[in-house]
């Protein structure tokens, strides 16, 4: 834990790459974890199975019937670790949060300098018109929800099992992961691609995983630890912000 607070502390573009870990303490099952959903069947299908392109097209009741009662948690709220991320975003140290999660829980806890690359359940819109709808529209409809203009499916603005990820979203996310000094790696299997390659731009001073498993950046990492990133990140004093810090140190300051 001193390791990771003086990586903090020191660092001045933290970059933090996560999945869907971060959001376990916050009630929302992981697909890998243990207890996390790819370890049961639903009608002898998996979720990878339900939650692809081919499915939701052939099959819209069935994945808007497991969708709704899996992937959408409208209670869930931030946990220790999206509140600390949010306060390295204010101290100006953290300079994006790139996370491949679809519950919207980081907006919620405040971050804005954010990439979402699998899209959120809190962005949908019609595949016939475009118009959109908030989460609320989809989860009072009955069976699959459909547009009040046209007709069309409304769907989520997420990224489906052999659907590509949007590239503009892609390449904000890697661009600010190649200029970080520190990359935070958390609570990801970095087993979805294209997703978990962005981490291959990082170049920077200071690679930190922390998973409850083992992944394949800990040969890499300068730092690896194996926990709860909620109760992890929870523990970190968030340094001051750096303009302060400046001003009190460098060589032009007047007292002012
Ligand atoms: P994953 O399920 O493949 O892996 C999660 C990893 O996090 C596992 O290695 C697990 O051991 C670890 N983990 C679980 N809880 C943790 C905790 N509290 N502290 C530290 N580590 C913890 O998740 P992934 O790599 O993000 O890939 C899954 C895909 O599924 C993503 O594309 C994501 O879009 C989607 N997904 C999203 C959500 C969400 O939005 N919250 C939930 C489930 C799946």
Redesign the pocket.
């Known amino acids: 834990m001193s390791d990771l607070q003086r990586i903090i502390d020191t660092s001045k573009r933290i970059a933090f790459f996560g999945?869907?870990?971060v959001?376990?303490?916050s009630g929302?099952?992981?697909?890998?974890?243990t207890g996390?959903?790819y370890e049961a069947e639903y009608d002898g299908l998996t979720a990878e199975m339900i939650l692809s392109h081919s499915f939701f097209c052939l099959h819209p009741d069935a994945f808007f019937s497991f969708y709704k009662k899996y992937m959408v948690h409208p209670k869930a709220r931030p946990n220790a670790a999206h509140a600390k991320l949010a306060e390295l975003e204010k101290s100006g140290r953290l300079a994006a949060v790139v996370t491949?999660?679809?519950?919207g829980l980081h907006r919620a806890a405040g971050n804005r300098l954010l990439y979402e690359l699998?899209g959120s359940v809190h962005e949908n819109r019609c595949i016939e018109c475009g118009r959109p709808y908030p989460l609320e529209y989809v989860m009072r409809a009955d069976g699959v929800p459909k547009c009040a203009d046209c007709g069309g499916i409304v769907r989520p603005d997420v990224t489906l099992y052999g659907e590509a990820p949007d590239h503009l979203v892609m390449t904000g996310a890697c661009r600010e992961i190649a200029r970080a000094d520190t990359l935070i790696v958390?609570?990801?299997?970095?087993?979805?691609e294209p997703?978990a390659s962005c981490i291959a731009y990082f170049s920077g001073k200071n690679l930190v995983v922390?998973?409850?498993?083992e992944?394949s950046a800990d040969g890499k990492a300068k730092l690896v630890l194996h926990?709860?990133?909620?109760q992890i990140l929870g523990e970190i004093v968030t340094p001051p912000p750096l303009a302060q810090q400046k001003r009190g140190f460098g060589p032009f300051w007047r007292g002012d």
């Open positions: 999945g869907a870990g959001s376990t303490e929302i099952p992981d697909f890998r974890g996390g959903l491949q999660n679809i519950d699998h958390a609570g990801t299997s970095l087993t979805v997703a922390i998973n409850r498993e992944t926990g709860n990133v909620a």
